[in-house]
């Protein structure tokens, strides 16, 4: 259940191009968290909080990592914050990603840029129950490649730049060949890029996360909706996702 | 004696302080966080006669001091929200306040007359004032004549108090409180959002799929100030306040202004506690401008002409 916590900053680093990871302390939220799920980070000087996924979490330490990248004020601000500050945040947010407990299964993770960060946490989730994965990573240049050693670690994994700056050169849907069998995939990233997967993986058993502006973060308000695909409705992406089956939502 | 209670029609208050409409739900999610009991009352999301989905996102914008928004009124509808909502509300030592929306006077009517189903609705809200929607909402809030012939169906239609919402998007507000009073309004509910729009650089268009949302959050507060301090001045019937409420000094500035109760809606947002809080700070904030209780402070700014 989510809860409005402050969380100190235990450490703060530029791991690529505009993009820092902060690891938080924070003994609930770590205890609780499951891969997929989202803090509400308040911001000073701005009226709505930012939602950022969950990176990884070390339950020993009671830590939490958050990787985001600078884009607009908020971000900004987060990133003038220095280690033995605190924030405030709600969280975990929303529902992660339901882990298959298959053994023997394969699974495919692809995230793109900033929508890596969630993807690792659960790679490493799925990894401690003996699970093979496959990671493709697909970023803008090479400037902006992160984890791609922990990445490594989990099992097989590509990188891709859309200018070939690094690694394999095109789209993350370029590489799914390469990748070869899996039984179901997870991805996060924009939502071109999520499009693309969902019409070119059509048929396999896939999540996905997304994104959308949030008012409340916590279902009450109904600013961030995704149209589902039968009845016509919508469902909330705070807290009936972020994370949808592949076929329920319709991007 | 409870120096923070008010009664107002159909509300008998523990304190004046109430979740606005829409930034709220029914409750549920807030639940999670606190016991609702706390609360003077919950003012519920709009109620349309059938279920509405509202507009395509994005649909908020964040901007300084406050927020955009067009929900669109997505609903589950009226009929759906007495079965599945107010009952989980009603759990709650706590007035119930229907927000009502429509299109048409005759979907007023319908939703109106819905809620004389349950007895745990306490008061209507008639929304005649949301910016949001296509038909229906704007011109029946801007009109006094359209805004007094919804005002008399629903009072008809209903056994319950109304409180009509006003808009702030008209150049005489006061024109448009005397003429819903006259039509029976047994008390106003004010402010709404103020219609604004943001542009996106990066697309070079409007931000907001609706292309236009209403402004609320502290912003809009010194409008909303403004606004029922005017109205206090020409109308005998009691004013709910609202607009960029965050804190218990704000509460009281619209006491000051004319308001008997007070509600907070985008603050709900940042900080969840936000309601609680207040009620909490608020008998010393009130003893602390020399205050007995919230009755005392009502309309004590207005300044004689
Ligand atoms: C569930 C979820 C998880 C996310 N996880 C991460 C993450 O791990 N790392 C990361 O860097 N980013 C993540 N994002 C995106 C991140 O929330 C935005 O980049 C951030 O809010 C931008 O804030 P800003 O003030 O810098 O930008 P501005 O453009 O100045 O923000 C203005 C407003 O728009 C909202 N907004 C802008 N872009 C987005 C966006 N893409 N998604 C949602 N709201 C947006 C802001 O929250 C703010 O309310 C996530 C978004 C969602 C919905
Ligand atoms: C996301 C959002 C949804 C809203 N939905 C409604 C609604 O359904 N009906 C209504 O009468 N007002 C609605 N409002 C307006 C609020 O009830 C309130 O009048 C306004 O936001 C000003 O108060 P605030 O500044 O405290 O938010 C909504 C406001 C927001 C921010
Ligand atoms: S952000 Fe308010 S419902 Fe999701």
């Known amino acids: 259940m989510m809860k409005k916590e402050k969380v100190l900053i235990n450490s703060f680093r530029q791991i690529a191009l505009d993009t820092i990871e902060m690891v938080v302390e924070n003994a609930y939220i770590s205890q609780t968290a499951k891969p997929g799920q989202f803090l509400h980070v308040s911001v000073e000087g701005h009226m709505l909080r930012r939602p950022i996924s969950i990176a990884d979490i070390n339950k020993e330490k009671n830590t939490i990592t958050i990787l985001f990248k600078v884009v607009g004020s908020g971000t900004a601000k987060l990133a003038t914050l220095t280690p033995g500050m605190s924030l405030d945040v709600l969280g975990p947010n929303g529902n992660g990603f339901q882990i298959d407990d298959q053994q023997k299964s394969t699974i495919l993770l692809i995230g793109g840029g900033i929508g890596v960060p969630p993807l690792y946490y659960l790679g490493k989730t799925l990894a401690e129950k003996n699970i093979e994965i496959i990671s493709i990573l697909g970023f803008q240049t090479k400037d902006y490649v992160f984890y791609e050693e922990k990445f490594s670690n989990l099992g097989r994994n590509y990188v891709v730049t859309d200018d070939g700056s690094y690694g394999e050169k095109g789209f993350v849907t370029d590489v799914v060949k390469m990748a070869g069998d899996f039984d179901s995939y997870y991805s996060c990233g924009p939502l071109p890029m999520l499009k693309a997967i969902t019409t070119k993986l059509k048929g396999k058993p896939g999540m996905i996360s997304l994104e959308e502006r949030m008012g409340c973060g916590v279902g009450a308000c109904m600013a961030c909706v995704i149209p589902t695909k039968k009845s016509g409705g919508y469902k909330k992406i705070c807290s009936d996702g972020p994370v949808f089956h592949a076929e329920e939502v319709s991007l | ?305």
Not at chain 2, 25 to 46: C, H, I, P, Q, T
């Open chain 2, 1 to 305: 004696m409870n120096n923070l209670a008010v009664n107002l029609p159909g509300l008998e208050l523990k304190n004046p302080i109430m979740p606005a409409s829409g930034c709220f739900a029914f409750g549920r999610e807030y639940s999670k966080f606190y016991d609702l009991s706390k609360l003077g009352a919950v003012m519920m999301k709009a109620a349309t006669g059938t279920e509405r989905f509202g507009n395509p996102t994005p649909r908020v914008a964040e901007t300084a001091s406050g927020m955009l928004n067009a929900i669109g009124l997505q609903n589950p509808g009226v009929e759906k929200i007495i079965e599945n909502e107010v009952p989980f509300l009603a759990n709650y030592d706590t007035s119930i306040i229907a927000n009502i929306a429509g299109s048409t006077l005759e979907e007023y009517e319908k939703v109106a007359n819905a809620f004389n189903q349950t007895d745990d609705v306490h008061a209507l809200e008639l929304n005649i004032s949301c910016p949001n929607v296509k038909e229906g909402g704007i011109q029946f809030g801007t009109d006094p004549g359209m805004a007094a012939k919804v005002t008399e169906a629903v009072k008809k239609a209903s056994r319950l108090p109304v409180y009509v919402k006003l808009s702030p998007n008209v150049t005489n507000v006061v024109e448009m409180a005397k003429a819903v009073e006259a039509a029976g309004a047994d008390g106003l509910s004010m402010i709404n959002t103020l219609t604004g729009m943001q542009i996106h650089l990066p697309s070079k268009k409007p931000l907001i799929a609706n292309q236009t949302g209403g402004l609320s959050g502290p912003a809009i507060k010194p409008v909303a100030i403004r606004m029922i301090y005017e109205v206090k001045q020409h109308v005998s019937i009691p004013i709910i306040g609202m607009g960029g409420v965050s804190t218990a000094e704000d509460v009281l500035e619209f006491l000051l202004a004319g308001a008997s109760a007070v509600a907070v809606g985008t603050a709900n947002f940042n900080n969840p506690y936000v309601c609680p809080e207040i009620i909490e700070a608020l008998p010393e904030t009130l003893q602390k401008y020399g205050f007995d209780s919230v009755q005392d402070a009502i309309g004590k700014g207005i300044v004689q002409a």
